[in-house]
């Protein structure tokens, strides 16, 4: 069973930069790649950003092209999220999730093992 551990989140003015990682455990050549998401109070869990672990493919959410970029050690058993230029509307709890499948769109329900999440928060 796939464990996924978030980690990095905080508090940042608009503007700053924050990396988040997730640590993944008992990963396998079924678990395709790895995405994160976000989910503000009041909404939807929304897909950010999402790499494929084999070839390092990546995918991001509109919102956040040009300011995140996602990327993966070479052990292949971390993924990181490097946030720039934050924004208020960035504000959210972060979440890393695996998926088996061929993943062209960031829909949550392709994902699973979901991490605890970690809390980001940026000020005006």
């Known amino acids: 069973q796939v464990q996924l551990v978030e980690s990095g989140g905080g508090s940042v003015p608009a503007g700053g930069s924050l990396r988040l990682s997730c640590a993944a455990s008992?990963?396998?050549?079924?678990?395709?790649?790895i995405g994160w998401f976000r989910q503000a109070p009041g909404k939807e869990r929304e897909g950010v950003s999402y790499?494929?672990?084999?070839?390092?493919?990546?995918l991001y959410a509109e919102a956040v092209k040009g300011r995140f970029t996602v990327s993966r050690d070479n052990a292949k058993t971390t993924v990181y999220l490097q946030m720039n230029s934050l924004k208020p509307e960035d504000t959210a709890v972060y979440y890393c999730?695996?998926?088996?499948?061929?993943?062209?769109?960031?829909?949550?329900?392709?994902?699973?093992?979901w991490g605890q999440g970690t809390q980001v928060t940026v000020s005006p």
């Open positions: 008992a990963l396998t050549v079924d678990n395709y790649g």
């Open positions: 999730a695996v998926s088996p499948f061929f993943i062209q769109a960031l829909d949550p329900s392709d994902f699973g093992s």
């Open positions: 790499i494929r672990l084999s070839d390092g493919a990546t």
